[in-house]
């Protein structure tokens, strides 16, 4: 699923770096170059750092999409993609007024650590680098831990409304509409929450920075047990980028932040791209893969860097010394072809090797693709986990992913796993079901997997086949599964008492 602050992994060579001979000039000013980006194009240091900044601005010029004085939240993985674009967004506010950057920005930087085989006292050492650099940059700065899933809202997986379509013609109704926006959001989102220990932390301190208390070792243990408890590595990495984007937006939302910007480069994309086609998003590249991604509803993330390939992210970073962060990713030791993530990885970058081309022809196909249209808004057609608009037509069942989902929503569920399941809805008094317990509704406690699997994409749920058991699952998924169940049985009990006489089946996508 898509993903935000990934370029982990980034530091994997794009081929050997281009001879620089005696005879070659600058393109730019035919002075003395330092470098060679592509065959032929040399640069000088000063014409390099303009190409390279044009190139970002270009980004944002061409979409303008961010509006002055909007907050945009900067998803720094500590990798170098990333790191480089905060630098661009820091280079961006200091210019001159006419080339200054005007919107508002603040960073997150999520700890994966626990995940990715950190020890505590890495972890530290890692979160102590991290808040450094974080000091130097001088944004308003959230540092949040991977173990914080474990406390957030069922509300983080419904697709709030987007801002309203005027946004592109009256720019400043757009921004004060923003404005509004931000009040309502950070209050409802802070609200629901079930557990508060997050969204209070970072309300106190609103335009500073945050740091929630250190995850407690219990929820190191049930982090851990979740990602143990996955089969394989390709579904634990989809996992992780689940996860983080869940928290991503959620810190977004409390702090009233209306967009992401997260450091993909083009090279990544390419990446990106082949793998969703190989994980079955094929429906879902133009949002995987794009400028903007609006599956959120009211954040909406970007991707200035999406020009820039990784080679160039290099030597930028070397030539004017960006600092950024060494973390091992969750696959870094793990062998080629221990994922399809990785499988494609090495892949991509081995061809681009020998066919210096590879990268761009894939990247200018992600350009091309078109989202589809979107049909409102309902919280129910949207994939639980991934939140991309659910690609199914229940009655479609030509394709086995259409014949799989009417099963699922016809018959008798699958039997549930050998062991009894604990029932995380009933439990600390979280379930919302009104008589649950006494199997008034769909009882989630029954079959909790049907429940989850039928909101899923035919992604997340191949994914998830990979996970024997929800139990370790944290809560707001659970429970915002059972939610949306209780829902669509609600809406056919209503369609029966109604006793009305429809021919075709009612609009129960999600069910
Ligand atoms: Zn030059
Ligand atoms: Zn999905």
Avoid at 171 to 178: L, Q, R, T
Avoid at 278 to 306: K, N, Q, Y
Wanted: proline share 7%; charged share 20%; aromatic share 6%.
């Amino acid at each position: 699923m898509c993903q935000v602050g990934e370029d982990y992994g980034e530091s994997a060579p794009e081929g050997p770096p281009p001879r620089l001979s005696l005879e070659q000039k600058c393109v730019k000013c035919k002075g003395l170059p330092v470098l060679v980006i592509r065959a032929g194009d040399a640069f000088c240091r000063d014409c390099f750092k303009a190409f390279y900044i044009h190139k970002f601005r270009a980004m944002l010029g061409k979409n303008r999409l961010i509006f002055p004085g909007e907050k945009v939240l900067l998803a720094w993985s500590g990798g170098p993609s990333s790191s480089s674009m905060v630098w661009q967004v820091l280079e961006g506010l200091s210019q001159d007024s006419a080339k200054r950057l005007r919107f508002v920005p603040g960073v997150v930087y999520v700890d994966e650590g626990a995940v990715c085989g950190q020890s505590p006292e890495d972890r530290a050492h890692t979160l102590a680098e991290v808040k450094q650099i974080l000091q130097t940059v001088g944004f308003p700065w959230h540092v949040v831990a991977l173990e914080e899933v474990f406390c957030l809202p069922p509300s983080v997986l419904r697709c709030s409304a987007p801002k309203p379509a005027g946004a592109q013609g009256v720019y400043k109704a757009a921004v004060d509409g923003f404005l509004q926006q931000w009040h309502t959001l950070g209050a409802a989102g802070v609200g629901d929450s079930s557990s508060p220990a997050l969204g209070e932390q970072q309300l106190s301190q609103p335009r500073t920075q945050s740091r929630a208390g250190a995850p407690t070792a219990a929820q190191t243990e049930a982090l851990c047990r979740l990602f143990d408890s996955v089969r394989t590595l390709t579904a634990k990495e989809e996992l992780l980028q689940t996860l983080r984007t869940h928290l991503i937006m959620h810190v977004a939302r409390t702090h009233g932040y209306s967009k992401v910007m997260t450091g993909d480069s083009c090279t990544r994309l390419a990446i990106k791209l082949m793998t969703s086609l190989a994980l079955g998003r094929g429906a879902f590249l133009a949002w995987d893969t794009g400028f903007s991604d609006e599956r959120h509803g009211d954040v909406v993330v970007v991707r200035p860097m999406r020009d820039h390939t990784l080679k160039e992210v290099a030597f930028y970073n070397r030539l004017f010394a960006v600092p950024s962060v060494f973390t091992p990713a969750i696959d870094t030791k793990a062998p080629e072809k221990a994922s399809i993530h990785r499988l494609m990885e090495a892949f991509m970058l081995r061809l681009q090797a020998q066919f210096p081309s590879t990268i761009s022809t894939v990247y200018r196909t992600s350009e091309k693709l078109l989202k589809a249209p979107r049909d409102g808004c309902a919280p129910s057609v949207h994939c639980l986990l991934c939140m991309c608009t659910l690609d199914v037509d229940t009655a479609d069942s030509a394709t086995a992913f259409g014949a799989q989902t009417s099963r699922l929503s016809q018959m008798e569920p699958p039997a549930p796993p050998a062991e009894e399941p604990t029932t995380p809805c009933c439990s600390g008094g979280m379930c919302r079901t009104q008589g649950c317990s006494q199997g008034a509704g769909p009882c989630f406690r029954e079959d909790p997997t049907a429940h989850v699997m039928e909101q899923l994409c035919y992604s997340c749920r191949v994914t998830m086949k990979d996970m024997p058991s929800l139990d370790p699952l944290p809560p707001y998924i659970l429970v915002e599964a059972q939610t949306r169940s209780q829902r669509s049985f609600d809406m056919q009990e209503i369609q029966e008492y109604l006793l009305e006489d429809s021919d075709g089946e009612p609009d129960m996508s999600g069910s």
